[in-house]
């Protein structure tokens, strides 16, 4: 596409409402455009219809028209989560019409320099702290993107003094083609979303667009312990800065001495930048890290890596990389009840997920975990229970799947919970089978290696009633 300026006295179709469909139907509103939302749920439940209503922009609720994208049509901004099977998205295709997500328009919009921040696990927990940490750097981020505020609302208020840090999606890479950040990072690839996707190789290809516009001026943050990162590396046209746990790097961020994958760390273990110029600066010991696991560690080098980048001093980074707490559903101490501490990670929609958060904690652990069936076996789990777990309560899609996982690795302390009158019931439920399999010392972790969709509106949503039914044992 170009600049959103462009579509003055043209169509463009807004498919998806939410607060990214209506930040960028405003956008295309004010310069001009002439705007048309659609989204399928019924209008009683798209509140922000009457919103764009009000400002003159049309909006039809509860279907999809036959005549919603036509040869006449510029633009189709969809959103992210919308997949390309539907009707208008292949309406688009078929008359060669433009699909670009809210990402694509901010980037036209922005004046501010964009970090962008994908992966299949840690994005928010990276977004969260790189923000805190260029803002303790007084450098004026905006965390913006499935956090925060919606890009193009953050693109069209940023100054040229202002860096956007932006966490994102495969499904919004997917859909962008001028999109180019100043610093990009990607975490980690793990299989997942490939409903969306059809496969993993869809799923890559979205992730690696991230990079695909940068140039030798810019910076790739790559996680140097994931092998799809390191393949992805030679195509990369700008400079390459690595982190790495398990890896001494000649030039990047990363431990030393390095972690041992199957040896527990120590407080002798520091994070390190190695320079372009050959010499090294200590940051600080992992012990020190605001929030525990080598999951977070990994993160913590991210961010540290892409505040670097962006010129931020090492010293001034220390204050907020002791004092970060974690971000809510992450791995979110929720409290001590009758002696058994109680964790909130509801963010944890896929097994690697919950394997990482499993091996952060030292005390035994009754397991919560289930949802969304997406089609995998979870067997990658069966080392995790066999080897980590005390205890497990399953509930969901998959419940019986994790059950039979459980069963293969020998764990006999094992409770399905059948579904009950509603999605809260059933939750509150599990949570009182896991207390009842815990004793004083142990942990009840809420992981689910899933999606909460087949209960629950969002995984915030989980972990909110998760934390509630733990306060009210």
Not at 17 to 43: P, T, Y
Not at 98 to 104: A, D, K, M, S
Not at 220 to 244: E, G, Y
Not at 362 to 379: E, F, K, Q, T
Request: aromatic fraction near 6%; charged fraction near 20%; proline fraction near 5%.
């Amino acid at each position: 596409m170009n600049h959103p300026a462009t579509y003055r006295d043209r169509r463009v179709v807004v498919l998806g409402l939410a607060r990214s469909g209506v930040s960028v139907a405003k956008v295309f509103h004010a310069l001009g455009a002439e705007v048309i939302v659609n989204d399928k749920k019924e209008r009683e439940l798209c509140p922000e219809a009457d919103e764009l209503t009000a400002l003159g922009i049309s909006v039809l609720c509860g279907y999809h028209p036959d005549d919603l994208v036509t040869s006449e049509t510029a633009l189709l901004v969809k959103n992210p989560g919308i997949p390309y099977t539907a009707s208008p998205v292949q309406q688009a295709e078929a008359h060669g019409v433009e699909i670009v997500t809210e990402v694509e328009v901010a980037y036209w919009l922005s004046a501010a320099p964009i970090i962008g921040i994908t992966g299949s696990n840690g994005k928010t927990t990276t977004t969260t702290w790189i923000g805190e940490l260029l803002g303790e750097a007084g450098f004026k981020p905006i965390v913006a993107g499935n956090i925060g505020t919606p890009l193009c609302e953050a693109a069209s208020e940023a100054k040229e003094d202002n860096w956007i840090v932006a966490e994102l999606s495969s499904f919004q890479l997917k859909g962008t083609s001028a999109f180019r950040p100043r610093i990009a990072l990607l975490l980690n690839v793990v299989e997942t979303h490939l409903d969306y996707h059809g496969g993993m190789e869809d799923y890559v290809v979205s992730k690696a667009k991230l990079f695909a516009n940068q140039t030798a001026d810019d910076i790739a943050v790559l996680n140097w312990d994931d092998a799809t990162c390191r393949a992805i590396s030679d195509q990369m046209a700008a400079k390459v800065l690595p982190f790495s746990l398990y890896v001494r790097l000649d030039k990047g961020v990363c431990i030393e001495p390095p972690f041992e994958r199957d040896k527990a760390s120590s407080a002798a273990h520091m994070i390190v930048w190695r320079k372009e110029d050959g010499t090294e600066q200590t940051i600080l010991p992992v012990s020190e890290l605001g929030v525990p696991g080598r999951h977070n560690a990994s993160n913590a080098l991210a961010a540290i890596a892409a505040c670097l980048a962006a010129g931020v001093a090492p010293e001034v980074m220390l204050p907020v990389l002791k004092g970060f707490n974690g971000v809510e559903h992450r791995l979110e101490y929720v409290g001590e009840i009758n002696g058994v501490k109680y964790y909130n990670d509801s963010k944890a929609t896929n097994p690697t997920a919950t394997t990482m958060s499993v091996g952060s904690m030292n005390a035994p652990i009754v397991l919560i975990a289930g949802g969304l069936d997406r089609g995998s076996d979870y067997m990658e789990l069966l080392p995790v229970f066999r080897d980590r777990l005390k205890g497990l309560v399953t509930l969901g899609e998959t419940r019986g799947k994790l059950a039979k996982v459980a069963e293969l690795a020998g764990l006999t302390n094992l409770r399905m919970v059948e579904p009950e009158e509603d999605a809260e019931s059933t939750l509150r439920k599990a949570v009182q089978e896991a207390a009842g399999l815990a004793e004083p010392g142990d942990v009840v972790l809420l992981s689910p290696a899933c999606a909460s969709w087949d209960m629950f509106k969002s995984f915030e949503q989980r972990g909110r009633i998760f934390k509630e039914s733990a306060h009210t044992l």
